[in-house]
Every structure is written in structure tokens, then in C-alpha cells.
């Protein structure tokens, strides 16, 4: 296997050190997803970026009310007026996961929309938030625990319009949509046919938001096999961030036996099982299996 261009390292190790700061940079750690897909993107290309979210934030008015107003001032600029939007076949494209190119385009997944929403909010000192929903990530306006028992958004569970404004929800996906407490359980329920908890729409943490944007990105590439190198990178990623789950450093090490790097493979699966076997023994044989598999491929 090839070693990694210089460049590729700085852009890890500056991913690394960001994801473990005491207060990560959400726009810098998505911006930083994008110089493994696109090879042109470097630091002139990120503060280009940067400079366009402080823009946008300027059109914004400073404290133009609550929850409400903040959601419809950012609809009316975002979704509004500069056209951030999603369409299904936003899906099917990588660049939809890339916020520069999102930023650029106008267009993206749910949680990249958001990040720009999020982004722009928080430089014009709004009180915002990401809300990772099953299925669909959304915007949070005003205080999250405000109504914690009572639903979401500025609805009572019967539909009617409250008199408190906090939280709100908006679907930037959607252009800025609000959502009504039963937009978010008919999100919820299309999505694992479960009903709406109120855990659900706590604040997503920067890190958090990222590691869903590198699922995206996985999900992207097991549609195509032919992809493996985006997996491959996207997992890489993933286990840079703050405490990564073990099952990561399986999937790893799947991808690179499928991949062709047989002894990396079955040293990672060597590994995992080690790991495994101290609460599953009868797992850590089918994984040690699966690493002398790889490593018969080698003759």
C-alpha cells in the first residue's frame, strides 16, 4: 500500500487535535471531511468557506426576537433568499456530504444544511442547535430543556399554537420549514416506527454531528462497491474522533481485506478479536477466523 500524501496527514492530525478540544469547531471538523474527497480544497479553499458563513450571518438582524423569529429570519435569508434547499437526489451525490461544496451549491443532505444553519445562527448570536432525529436531522431555536416534557416546537400535543415560543424546530432540508410536534413523531415513526422521546430532541454535540456526517458518507459508499476507498477514509475518521466504538475497528479492517491489503486486514481483525474476546469468546473465534481467511489469501 502507497503511503498517505504529506498533505493527507497534516489534515488528520488537524482533525484529531479538533475533535479533542474543549470546544470543537463544527464548520473547521466538516471542512476538514472534505480534503480527503476533494483533493484541490486546502486553507484558502476553508477560509473561503468560513468567510461566506460570516457573510450570511451579517444579513442577519441582532436579536431580531425569540425562538420564532430567529428560525423565520433564518428561513426568510437561507432557504429564502439564498435558496439552501434539499431534493431527494441530493442523496445520491457525495458532494452533498462535503460542506463546501454545500455551501457552494446550495444544496445537501438534512445534516449539512443544518450545519450551515447552525453555523450562520450561532455567528449572529441566536440560540441554536442540531437535532439529530431518526432519519432526519433538524435545527433547535431557544432553550432545549425549556419543554422538555411536553413535546416540540411551539405546539401542545393536540396541534394548537402555544403561548411560549421555545424550542422551535426547522427543517432546513425543507428550506426552513417549522415543524409541528407531529411533523417530528411522523419523522421519527417513518424512520424506526417508534414514537417520538423526548431524549430525541436533546442538542446534538459538535462531535456527534460530525461521526452522523461520516456515517452519510459511509452509507454513500456501501451503495457503491466500487467506493471503498471513501469507506475506508470516512472510517478513518471516525476513529479519530473522542471515544470511537470497537465495531469501527472491525469494519476497518473488513474494508481492507476487501480492498486487497490482506496483512493490515487480518492484523486489525487479530486485534478486534483481543478485544472481543473478554465479553465474547464464541465472537472473537468467528473474527480470528476471519483474520486467518485473509491471511491464507496472502499465498
Known amino acids: 500500500m502507497h503511503p498517505r500524501p504529506a498533505r493527507h496527514t497534516r489534515w ?10 474543549e470546544r470543537p469547531d463544527l464548520a473547521l471538523l466538516c471542512l476538514l471531511i472534505g480534503t480527503e474527497a476533494d483533493p484541490a480544497l486546502d486553507e484558502r479553499g476553508m477560509t473561503a468557506v468560513r468567510r461566506r458563513l460570516d457573510l450570511l450571518a451579517r444579513h442577519l438582524p441582532r436579536s431580531p426576537g425569540g425562538p420564532r423569529a430567529w428560525a423565520a429570519e433564518l428561513g426568510d435569508l437561507l432557504g429564502g433568499r439564498c435558496g439552501f434547499a434539499g431534493r431527494p437526489g441530493d442523496y445520491d451525490r457525495l458532494e452533498s456530504a462535503l460542506l463546501h461544496r454545500v455551501v457552494r451549491r446550495g444544496r445537501g443532505l438534512p445534516i449539512l444544511l443544518s450545519v450551515v444553519w ?12 442540531g437535532v439529530a432525529l431518526p432519519g432526519h436531522f433538524v435545527v433547535g431555536f431557544g432553550s ?29 432540508f425543507a428550506g426552513g420549514r417549522l415543524l409541528s410536534c407531529t411533523d417530528a413523531r411522523v419523522i421519527v415513526a417513518g424512520a424506526t416506527g417508534a414514537p417520538l422521546e423526548p431524549a430525541m430532541l436533546r442538542p446534538a454535540g459538535p462531535c456527534d454531528i460530525v461521526l452522523r456526517v461520516l456515517n452519510s458518507i459511509r452509507a454513500w459508499a456501501a451503495a457503491r462497491p466500487e467506493r471503498t476507498d471513501v469507506a475506508l477514509w470516512a472510517v478513518d475518521l471516525a476513529l479519530l474522533l473522542p471515544a470511537p466504538a470497537d465495531r469501527l475497528r472491525y469494519d476497518r479492517a473488513r474494508l481492507l481485506v ?23 469468546e464464541a465472537d472473537a473465534e468467528r473474527v480470528r477466523l476471519q483474520a486467518r481467511a485473509a491471511r491464507a489469501r496472502l499465498n
Open 118 to 129: 447552525i453555523e450562520v445562527a450561532r455567528r449572529a448570536g441566536a440560540p441554536v442547535y
Open 258 to 280: 476487501e480492498r486487497g491489503d490482506f496483512r493490515a486486514g487480518a492484523a486489525d481483525l487479530d486485534a478486534y478479536a483481543d478485544a472481543l474476546a473478554a465479553t465474547d
Open 144 to 172: 432545549p430543556d425549556a419543554d422538555a416534557g411536553r413535546g416540540c416546537g411551539p405546539y401542545d400535543t393536540c396541534g394548537a399554537p402555544r403561548a411560549c415560543e421555545e424550542p422551535v424546530l426547522a427543517d432546513p
Open 12 to 21: 488528520r492530525r488537524a482533525f484529531a487535535d479538533e475533535a479533542r478540544a
